[in-house]
């Protein structure tokens, strides 16, 4: 009876640990719409996606967001909902609620139905984390003329609670004989602060290289604020106005070295998911200038994106430039149609 008492206690205090053990080492509960659940670690959720990784399977899981009924987890997240707000805290389903959640963080907690949420990302020290990018490329060649031609779309984000960095590099390089090299290369970087309202302010650094424009480099700094009109878990819809300053750099056959000027400019930005594998990701930019009578400038992009297994891609891109008064001996405008194979990583 004596050794019964005391082996009794630490029993127990094993018992105690290992269950406190397994709790710890719990993850996320992910319950479909059908019932189904899904043990593992969200990552996060973008353009209606929801991405999970497991201990059973070398790859994440990817679900549509609106087919997502529960969840439980204890993890913190960056959420933004669809009116704008932008919450960074904890997430779970309300008890014998489908499809409701309670939201705690920034000293409030609200309920909000699943598909109000638009954005959802672990919150995690580590870079990495907070890291996407996408590589794509392209190669052609010809024995006629050797006529070879390389071709680069590329993009890079990183997300933080109230702000957004992102960055795109997209070249050409053409080579063919008794014909001169013929290149193209165009690149961003913007940065964006969220406000509340789904407003935000955004200042963006563009360059612009192309033969056909004579543009040895065209450098774009503009400022402005923008809204989002629409942004749920299937298209974002958002605007912006501002002010632009615009140097050009020509290349000799131009007989003109350098050119600055102020501009205004509108921007409208459309994107689109959740439709199968595939996604659309449009902008338009307008630049009526502010210093050169008359002179108009437009940039326009887009992207249509086909997910493959193991996060491969197609890609078809478009560029377009166009500029009502070019440098003298210069087109109008230029533009640039891309099929490229990549991998994405987030």
């Known amino acids: 009876m004596k050794r019964h008492l005391i082996q009794s206690p630490f029993?127990?205090?094993l018992l105690f640990m290992l269950c406190n053990f397994q709790l710890m080492g719990q993850n996320d509960t992910i319950v479909l719409k059908n019932k189904d659940k899904l043990v593992g670690e969200i990552k996060q959720m973008e353009k209606g996606v929801l991405t999970v990784e497991t201990d059973y399977s070398e790859d994440d899981f990817t679900i549509t967001w609106v087919e997502v009924g529960e969840i439980l987890s204890s993890q913190s997240y960056l959420i933004t909902l669809s009116d704008g707000r932008r919450i960074s805290g904890t997430i779970h389903t309300i008890d014998d609620h489908f499809g409701k959640?309670?939201?705690?963080?920034?000293?409030?907690?609200?309920?909000?139905?699943?598909?109000?949420?638009?954005?959802?990302?672990?919150?995690?020290?580590?870079?990495k984390s907070r890291l996407t990018a996408s590589l794509s490329v392209g190669f052609n060649y010809t024995k006629s003329n050797n006529l070879s031609q390389f071709t680069v779309r590329s993009t890079i984000s990183y997300t933080t609670f109230r702000w957004l960095l992102t960055g795109s590099y997209n070249s050409v390089r053409s080579n063919q004989d008794n014909v001169s090299e013929t290149h193209r290369t165009d690149a961003n970087v913007t940065y964006k602060y969220f406000m509340n309202k789904n407003r935000y302010y955004e200042l963006t650094s563009a360059w612009l290289s192309n033969d056909e424009q004579l543009l040895k480099l065209r450098t774009t700094i503009r400022s402005g604020l923008g809204q989002y009109f629409i942004r749920n878990n299937k298209l974002y819809l958002g605007a912006g106005v501002g002010l632009a300053?615009?140097?050009?750099?020509?290349?000799?056959?131009?007989?003109?070295?350098?050119?600055n000027s102020m501009e205004a400019y509108g921007a409208v930005v459309?994107?689109?998911?959740?439709?199968?594998?595939?996604?659309?990701?449009?902008?338009?930019?307008?630049?009526?200038?502010?210093?050169?009578?008359?002179?108009i400038r437009c940039d326009y992009t887009l992207d249509l994106k086909y997910d493959l297994p193991l996060d491969f891609f197609i890609k078809l891109g478009l560029t377009y430039n166009y500029d009502s008064k070019p440098v003298a001996g210069a087109s109008t405008s230029d533009y640039i149609f891309q099929t490229t194979f990549g991998w994405e990583f987030n």
């Open 270 to 295: 459309f994107n689109m998911f959740d439709v199968k594998d595939f996604s659309l990701n449009t902008s338009l930019a307008v630049y009526p200038s502010l210093t050169e009578g008359s002179r």
């Open 11 to 13: 029993l127990y205090f």
């Open 101 to 127: 959640v309670l939201i705690k963080g920034d000293g409030e907690e609200f309920e909000a139905d699943i598909s109000d949420i638009v954005f959802l990302k672990a919150v995690k020290s580590s870079f």
């Open 245 to 259: 300053w615009n140097n050009e750099q020509f290349i000799p056959e131009a007989n003109q070295s350098v050119q």
